[in-house]
């Protein structure tokens, strides 16, 4: 009984001096997270020797890569089409064994991408210099956009370019997929009419 006791006070002291209101001086480290996606998207035009297999896009800076569009496996992402001329986003990378030359992951043809779009609930227009004009009462409507990495950004929400057509946009993110007809100039929705009467 002697050795219980001798125990369960020695347990005692242990969980008391255990318990005391002493705070450690522990430093705060704050840790920022880098919200800066770096773009490894290349602006340019399409240029004259844009061929069948192959792009050649003349760069903002007025360089001129020429990149291939087909790989072993697989062939280039290309959305709105190649006319030279237009502005157009790529993502590029090196592929071994393609003698050194470029692959183009991905093509936008930005100049596409410009104009009016229409849902059922949104209506939009892409205007160049990464403005975005909404023509609803929506309660979150789009105000700027930008390429990054690929995807296209209008204002906080991030969409991969599903199919970009000479008359449709289809965008995905996590959500699902969002399908927009593209409006001529100078024309009303059956909505928009609605309201205004």
Known sequence: MKTFNSIFVLIC????????DKK??????DVVADTTAVDSTVYGRCGDGTAM???ELVTDKGDTIVYTLEGFDTCADVQGGLFVGDRIAVIGERVEGLNEDMFAKKIINLTSLLGQWSSLDKQFEIIEGGTVVSSTGEPKPYTEWKIINGKLVLSSD????????????????????????????????????????
């Open 158 to 197: 991030t969409f991969d370019i599903y199919s970009l057509g000479p008359d449709s946009l289809y965008l995905e993110n996590d959500n699902g997929i969002y399908g927009y007809k593209r409006m001529q100039k100078g024309k009303t929705n059956v909505k928009s009419v609605r309201m205004n009467n």
């Open 24 to 29: 450690k001086n522990v430093p705060v480290i």
């Open 13 to 20: 002291i242990f969980v008391l001096s255990g318990c005391n």
């Open 53 to 55: 297999h192959t792009l």
